[in-house]
T-cell receptor
Framework: NAGVTQTPKFQVLKTGQSMTLQCAQD?????MYWYRQDPGMGLRLIYY???????DKGEVPNGYNVSRLNKREFSLRLESAAPSQTSVYFC????????????FGEGSRLTVL | AQSVAQPEDQVNVAEGNPLTVKCTYS??????LFWYVQYPNRGLQFLLK??????LVKGSYGFEAEFNKSQTSFHLKKPSALVSDSALYFC????????????????FGSGTQLTVLP
């Protein structure tokens, strides 16, 4: 089982460039999430999607946009990258109608110069 | 608002000794509590959860956690540590509402780096 798949795994951008992180899950989960992980700060929620067709801001949404393309796919876009967005990004999914544990992708390491 | 505290950034333990990674939480109503483990350059993996019932929860790789409502704690434990247990451990909490209207957000602690010394 693939679970949650993220692409790309690594990316280097220059300040001001744009890019999209892709995420797909094959577990038929309703909810999908984007987190960023920074040293000493744990995981912080950027955006989430409770179900297909809905998206909501999390704790740190500024500078990001998301699209829930269908039930399987949830993308994260940086329109104008900044050095403060250098981080490791994780996509996750869950079935929130049950106990809601998250299933994570392997992460995307983004460096903004 | 819900929150999680992992008071120790780093825990060192000798192989074969028992280990404890501490977690305290704050949430409205009944909590759903989780432990995740992250190995270097990997995503987080689910270890165990407390939803209801027995306060001692058993999970993957011989780990267990004890829910203590009066102390609002959910400490992760293992009777005998292995070098391969060395990793970053995250505690997480959400409220226990099952809702069809919105996703229930999980709040993570800042993580505890566990190092098991041979």
């Amino acid at each position: 089982n693939a679970g949650v798949t993220q692409t790309p795994k690594f990316q280097v951008l220059k300040t001001g460039q744009s890019m999209t992180l892709q995420c797909a899950q094959d577990m038929n989960h309703n909810s999908m999430y984007w987190y960023r992980q920074d040293p000493g700060m744990g995981l912080r929620l950027i955006y989430y999607s409770a179900s297909e067709g809905t998206t909501d801001k999390g704790e740190v949404p500024n500078g990001y946009n998301v699209s829930r393309l269908n039930k399987r796919e949830f993308s994260l876009r940086l329109e104008s990258a900044a050095p403060s967005q250098t981080s490791v990004y994780f996509c996750a999914s869950s079935d929130f109608r049950r106990t809601g544990e998250l299933f994570f992708g392997e992460g995307s390491r983004l460096t903004v110069l | 608002a819900q929150s999680v505290a992992q008071p120790e950034d780093q825990v060192n333990v000798a192989e074969g000794n028992p280990l404890t990674v501490k977690c305290t939480y704050s949430v409205s109503g009944n909590p759903y509590l989780f432990w995740y483990v992250q190995y270097p350059n990997r995503g987080l993996q689910f270890l165990l959860k407390y939803i209801t019932g027995d306060n001692l929860v058993k999970g993957s790789y011989g780990f267990e956690a004890e829910f203590n409502k009066s102390q609002t704690s959910f400490h992760l434990k293992k009777p005998s540590a292995l070098v391969s247990d060395s990793a970053l451990y995250f505690c997480a909490v959400r409220d226990g509402v099952i809702s069809s209207g919105s996703a229930r957000q999980l709040t993570f602690g800042s993580g505890t780096q566990l190092t098991v010394l041979p």
